[in-house]
């Protein structure tokens, strides 16, 4: 079944190559603006041999790491904080609801006012897009606890804490890993564009670079770079949360008997 | 649980920082540093042609000579630059002269020091021009009058320039339908026909003609003969506190530029150090000129008719905006 998929998935990818080959060499497209697969690939193996492009590759995955590590932690410790103690959570329920649908880019300005074009500036719109992510996904795990096992935890004499531990956190895990997953992805897209349109230094600026350089094929080489991340990054995700999810069913199990 | 993703999240850290490194060597601190006789300083621009003498400057060592080192950092825009210089991010910064005399007139403390780039002075021949497609009817920038002319940014120095030719040529700068595109996407635009020419300069005007596009108007000469188009600056903050910096980055950029400006096969050498322009497309390329001294009279023409364009809250004061 497994290897089924990764065959239909592979032809699916090579069709589409394929068709990225030929519209262009078709001349549906101008070749000067759509170069075909070939020459990307040909930019992109020139891309690889560059030590500039390990560096701008670097720094956007630093970005990345940091800034999601930042709103992981960030995230789950207001979700959890937002949820144990009484009346929080409706009091920042509206304040939350309003800050949540700001697009992360609209704070460019700010994050250029602050920081310049370093990295913090990125972190800032890193974090800010990927911690709704997570702290929404918290609250909804959270609204889920079981509530027999909240109870029968509470008659058993467990703290605030130790609840925490083992009735919240373990209901609320399958969401926080939708959210980590979910966050993930935010996180780099953010910290492309960041790097895109403030011109940080990474990944993002040398598309930059590349597109007001006239180098059209190393701009879609650069633009495949930060597909196959993306790709790479769902994939690491997604392992990560079957692995998390498998531990928790079977502590849950036990916990509900 | 928590362990794992702790230690996922230092794991990719770790992965991310040491297979790659990092090119953010320059620090996070805001201020110039010294040690040995030698000022650190960061420089702001945006990774085009023009600022090839300075990259030249730092690789023949001239910067260094005057005791400078120079840490230059690249944005994508000059809207990034001058908030930049202004909050003490960087202490030098390239912007153009429209956008120098908006933030005086604004009352944004800023200071040019130094020139940064002129027109080649020469119609036909100049790093920016307007341009039509292949087998376009329109002749003059006078045709332009109700057709559709990209410029990079709206208000700012193409449009007045842009609005000087027109009116030069005998037409109506108002009847002229001006939309804002980025330079680099201009040319696919004006092959598809979704705009009817476009103010562009260098690399993307090389791109251009090789496509049989045609110069009908040189707008920057038209401002001005050798029009000062852009220049570096720093903070009035910064100027007052550190004259002998500035004075360093004065001697060490003039002769950076002078250096530049006759040895245009370094420059295009230079420049593909720090963008990714092709051999093909950087042969034609027509480099700017980079007089070591800026033009006043120039800067002052563009002065009048940016506020004859309404560009202006309040007339800039050249005294105090230039050196």
Redesign the interface.
């Known amino acids: 079944m497994r290897g089924e998929n990764l065959a239909l998935g592979a032809t699916g990818l090579a069709a589409f190559l394929a068709l990225g080959e030929a519209v262009p060499r078709l001349g549906l497209v101008k070749e000067a603006y759509f170069p075909p697969t070939s020459r990307i690939a040909g930019a992109l193996g020139d891309e690889l041999a560059d030590s500039a492009f390990w560096t701008a590759l670097g720094d956007t995955l630093t970005g990345w790491a940091i800034g999601l590590a930042i709103a992981v932690g960030a995230g789950i410790a207001a979700g959890v904080l937002l949820s144990v103690v009484p009346h929080l959570r409706a009091a920042t329920a509206s304040t939350i609801e309003f800050l949540r649908p700001i697009p992360s880019v609209a704070l460019i300005p700010l994050a250029v006012l602050l920081y310049g074009t370093e990295l913090r500036s990125v972190l800032l719109l890193v974090v800010y897009a990927s911690f709704w992510q997570i702290l929404v996904q918290v609250l909804y795990g959270v609204q889920d606890v079981d509530p027999v096992a909240e109870e029968t935890a509470r008659s058993y004499g467990l703290g605030t804490w130790a609840r925490v531990r083992h009735v919240l956190w373990p209901t609320a895990l399958p969401y926080v890993m939708t959210g980590v997953r979910l966050a993930a992805a935010v996180a780099l897209i953010l910290a492309v564009t960041a790097e895109l349109v403030i011109g940080a230094p990474g990944l993002g600026a040398r598309i930059a670079v590349a597109q007001t350089s006239q180098a059209v094929p190393e701009m879609y080489a650069l633009i495949v770079v930060t597909g196959v991340l993306g790709l790479l990054i769902n994939v690491g995700a997604r392992t990560v949360e079957r692995r998390a999810l498998a531990w928790h069913q079977s502590v849950r199990g036990e916990v509900a008997v | 649980?928590r362990r794992?993703?702790a230690g996922?999240?230092a794991g990719?850290?770790l992965?991310?920082?040491a297979?790659?490194?990092?090119?953010?060597d320059s620090g996070?601190s805001g201020g110039s540093s010294s040690s040995g006789g030698v000022t650190t300083v960061k420089l702001?621009l945006?990774?085009?042609v023009d600022v090839a003498p300075v990259y030249l400057g730092v690789q023949k060592g001239f910067y260094e000579k005057h005791g400078l080192k120079l840490s230059i950092?690249?944005?994508?825009?000059g809207?990034?630059i001058v908030?930049?210089v202004v909050?003490s991010?960087?202490q030098f910064g390239f912007s153009n002269m429209t956008s120098l005399m908006v933030a005086q007139s604004n009352s944004v403390p800023v200071q040019a020091v130094s020139n940064g780039i002129a027109s080649t002075g020469v119609q036909g021949k100049d790093f920016g021009a307007i341009t039509v497609k292949k087998g376009s009817t329109l002749e003059s920038a006078k045709d332009l009058e109700g057709k559709k002319v990209a410029i990079n940014t709206l208000k700012n120095i193409n449009e007045t320039a842009v609005r000087e030719s027109v009116r030069k040529a005998g037409g109506d700068p108002d009847k002229v339908n001006f939309v804002e595109l980025?330079?680099?996407q201009m040319?696919?635009a004006l092959?598809n026909g979704q705009i009817d020419a476009a103010m562009v300069v260098e690399?993307?005007l090389?791109?251009v003609k090789s496509?049989g596009g045609v110069e009908i108007a040189s707008p920057l000469v038209d401002v001005a003969p050798n029009l000062t188009v852009a220049m570096y600056f720093t903070s009035t903050q910064y100027a007052q506190q550190h004259p002998d910096v500035v004075k360093k980055f004065q001697e060490a950029t003039a002769e950076s530029l002078a250096y530049a400006d006759s040895h245009p096969d370094e420059v295009r050498a230079v420049v593909t150090t720090?963008?990714?322009?092709?051999a093909s497309?950087l042969d034609q390329v027509t480099l700017p000129k980079w007089p070591a001294e800026a033009n006043r009279s120039s800067i002052e023409a563009l002065e009048k008719l940016g506020e004859q364009d309404g560009l202006f809250k309040a007339t800039p004061d050249l005294d105090k905006l230039l050196p």
């Open positions: 649980m794992l993703f996922l999240a990719t850290f992965l991310a920082t297979a790659c490194g990092s090119s953010d996070s702001g945006i990774p085009i950092t690249t944005a994508q825009g809207a990034a908030p930049g909050s991010q960087f980025a330079f680099d040319p696919a092959d690399p993307a090389a791109t496509q720090y963008t990714k322009i092709p497309v």
